[in-house]
Nanobody, 125 residues
Framework: QVQFVESGGGSVQPGGSLRLACAAPGFSLAGYAIGWFRQAPGKEREGVACISSGFGGTNYADSEKGRFTASKDNAKNTVYLQLNSLKPEDTALYFC??????????????????WGLGTQVTVSS
């Protein structure tokens, strides 16, 4: 059973930065669109970023554009999400998952699989 492993979360002050990592033991990330999602307490899970296979084109939710950057290292089979200028409303459990139906970003959440347990990001002063 494939399960992604997220890491890199933590507690930071507003304006701070974190770099999240998504590893996929036993699964090659290179051929799939990889999405980053988050879920805050009492809220639905939402997509925040996606990186496509191949050249790695990226998509971001409007509120994250300019602050979050997705990247990947195919040699390490790892996808990253750089979080900058963090705000308290970014506090959430962050997940990564693979879109098994397409190699380019743009799919709905139900197309994603191999969800990890998430990594907690807490932004507070």
């Amino acid at each position: 059973q494939v399960q992604f492993v997220e890491s890199g979360g933590g507690s930071v002050q507003p304006g701070g930065s974190l770099r999240l990592a998504c590893a996929a033991p036993g699964f090659s990330l290179a051929g799939y669109a990889i999405g980053w999602f988050r879920q805050a307490p009492g809220k639905e899970r939402e997509g925040v970023a996606c990186i496509s296979s191949g050249f790695g084109g990226t998509n971001y939710a409007d509120s994250e554009k300019g602050r979050f950057t997705a990247s990947k290292d195919n040699a390490k089979n790892t996808v990253y999400l750089q979080l900058n200028s963090l705000k308290p409303e970014d506090t959430a459990l962050y997940f990564c998952a693979a879109n098994l139906m397409r190699s380019q970003c743009g799919g709905a959440q139900h197309e994603y699989a191999y969800w990890g347990l998430g990594t907690q990001v807490t932004v507070s002063s």
